[in-house]
Structures are given as structure tokens and as C-alpha cells.
């Protein structure tokens, strides 16, 4: 079985608050009050360890209360190396009213340095094949040309990236070339200047950046409706179960990449792989906060799961 690493260089506690209702302007009042050790990379890890697959994450953590989000992380069962800077780790707040949809406040305060990069990349010990993701938003102290040398040299090595961060534009994918990336509908009409209106729509945006060199395999991600996926070959639709009640969205796109990376490290074959990643992303929704999916939720919907080709 293939390695699998993740990496967050900006870690985040996600607090959960939920409430009956939320109005701007007014004093609101919250019933209940979820606390976890998070960030992209580290979410994939948790999905993977809670799933049974086994991961290693690597994440910078900073001093002032980097022993907490550690413990939490010994607490879910992660297998990590950390590297400490100075800082604290930033917190994400996620409004869950009961009548209307999430709201969420991400702060941005977590710096890490150049020297701790590297630090971190000689921790990484990459061996030829392994299974990497790079993962959320750049922390202030790393600018875009940084990283972008920083996973290039993953590749060198052998590593198979995959890239899911906001801050890197499609120039940047273009000059690092990851394996796969799998941005949302937002980031996809960002990309190319349109949105996408239907599954095979989605399908042919993914064709068209695999040509534009931004990744030798992109999906698509569409919510409810499933996801869309190419290799600038073949074109693949993914449908999937419609939840009547999801709980919280938080995370699903993290867990989604979890069910790829454990059906890769295993050498499915790729309509499989993909499968097995909507099914987690779906399977997520079904628990609170940035939660990860439940072995049996993912098995329920893996067999409702449908995979179409289209020219």
C-alpha cells in the first residue's frame, strides 16, 4: 500500500457554535458549542484514521497553544509530525442556525516562516509514489512562489500531489502541475471566467483545465449533485444519494479527497477511486461540524453511488 501524507502549514481550532436562530446586528444566543483541532490537511487525515486507512499528517503548530491542538489530535488516533513556530494557531468559527444555512468566520493570523517550510519539507522524507496532499490556505509569511517551489520539489522527488488551497491561482497549478485538484463550482468559474450549469458542463471544465496543464487529472465537485471528473481522455459524472437532511457541509470536500487517497493508496481503478471519494463527501454531511464520515455511513452510500461516461 502507497504512503499517505498530508500537510497543513495553517492549522485551525474550528469551533462550532449551533443555535435555533441567527440574525446580523443582534445578540444571538448558542446552545451548543463543538471544538476541534482542524485545517484541510488535518481533516483529511482525521477521514482517513476514522475510516481505517492508515496516514501519516504533517503540520506546523504554533507555540502558544499548539500542546492543545496536539492532544487533540492524540485524542482522534492521528499519527503526526509536527513542527513548532511561533504564533498561535488561529481559530475558525462556523454558525450552525437551525432554520438557515451556516455562516462562517475564518481568521487569518497564523505566520510561519520560510526556515520552517523547509524544516518542515526535510521532515516529509519523500519516497517515489508516495501519495501527498497539500492542503488550505496559505499562512501569512509563505507567498504564493514559495510554495510553489516547495511542491514542485515534491514532485521531483516521486510524490503524487494533490492540491486543494484558495490561495494558489490556475498560473500557479499550471507551473507546478499537481497529479489532481478538485476545486468547487466557485473556484471553477473563477478559473475559467464562466460558471457551469450542468454535470456534463462540469465535466467538459474539467477536460478544458486538464488541457490548460493545470493538473493531470481534475474533479469537479457539485454539491448534492454528485461530481465531475477527467483526465483530458475520458470524462466521468458521479452521481450521488440525495441526503433529505444533510447536517453540516463543513469538511465534506476534505473527507471526499480522504476516500480518494484511500482507494489510490489501494490501486483501484480510477472510476472506483472516484466512487469511493463522493461517497465520503457525502457520507460527511450526515455528521456535525467538520466530523468525518462514519465507516457505515460511507458503505450505505457507496452502493447508491452511479458512474457515467460521457464523450
Not at 96 to 106: C, F, G, M, N, Q
Not at 194 to 223: C, F, H, W, Y
Not at 271 to 290: K, P, Q
Amino acid at each position: 500500500m502507497k504512503a499517505i501524507k498530508t500537510i497543513t502549514l495553517n492549522p485551525a481550532f474550528d469551533l462550532h457554535y449551533g443555535m435555533e436562530h441567527f440574525e446580523a446586528k443582534k445578540e444571538n444566543y448558542v446552545q451548543s458549542v463543538q471544538c476541534d483541532a482542524g485545517g484541510k490537511g488535518i481533516n483529511i487525515s482525521r477521514a482517513l484514521t476514522v475510516c481505517g486507512t492508515e496516514n501519516t499528517a504533517y503540520v506546523i503548530l504554533g507555540e502558544e497553544n499548539g500542546a492543545a491542538f496536539a492532544a487533540q489530535l492524540e485524542r482522534d488516533g492521528l499519527q503526526f509530525v509536527s513542527l513548532k513556530t511561533k504564533g498561535r494557531i488561529r481559530e475558525n468559527i462556523t454558525l450552525h442556525p437551525a432554520d438557515d444555512k451556516e455562516t462562517r468566520i475564518s481568521l487569518d493570523t497564523f505566520s510561519v516562516s520560510v526556515k520552517a517550510l523547509e524544516a518542515l519539507e526535510a521532515l516529509l522524507n519523500v519516497s517515489e509514489g508516495d501519495l501527498i496532499a497539500f492542503a488550505g490556505r496559505l499562512p501569512r509569511g509563505i507567498d504564493r512562489e514559495t510554495a510553489i517551489g516547495f511542491l514542485q520539489r515534491l514532485i521531483q522527488k516521486g510524490a503524487r500531489l494533490i492540491v486543494d488551497s484558495n490561495s494558489l491561482t490556475p498560473e500557479d497549478l499550471q507551473s507546478i502541475r499537481p497529479w489532481f485538484i478538485k476545486p468547487n463550482e466557485q473556484e471553477i468559474a473563477a478559473f475559467l471566467g464562466r460558471s457551469v450549469d450542468s454535470p456534463d458542463d462540469a465535466a467538459n471544465a474539467a477536460a478544458e483545465l486538464v488541457t490548460k496543464g493545470v493538473a493531470e487529472q481534475v474533479m469537479i465537485s457539485l454539491g448534492g449533485d454528485g461530481a465531475a471528473w477527467s483526465d483530458g481522455t475520458r470524462k466521468l459524472i458521479l452521481s450521488v444519494p440525495r441526503l433529505a437532511h444533510p447536517v453540516s457541509t463543513i469538511g465534506a470536500g476534505d473527507s471526499t479527497l480522504a476516500g480518494l487517497l484511500a482507494a489510490t493508496a489501494r490501486d483501484c481503478e480510477i472510476s472506483d477511486a472516484l466512487c469511493n471519494a463522493v461517497a465520503y463527501g457525502t457520507a460527511a454531511c450526515m455528521t456535525e461540524g467538520t466530523k468525518p464520515p462514519r465507516v457505515e455511513d460511507v458503505e450505505r452510500v457507496r452502493k447508491d453511488v452511479t458512474v457515467t461516461e460521457i464523450k
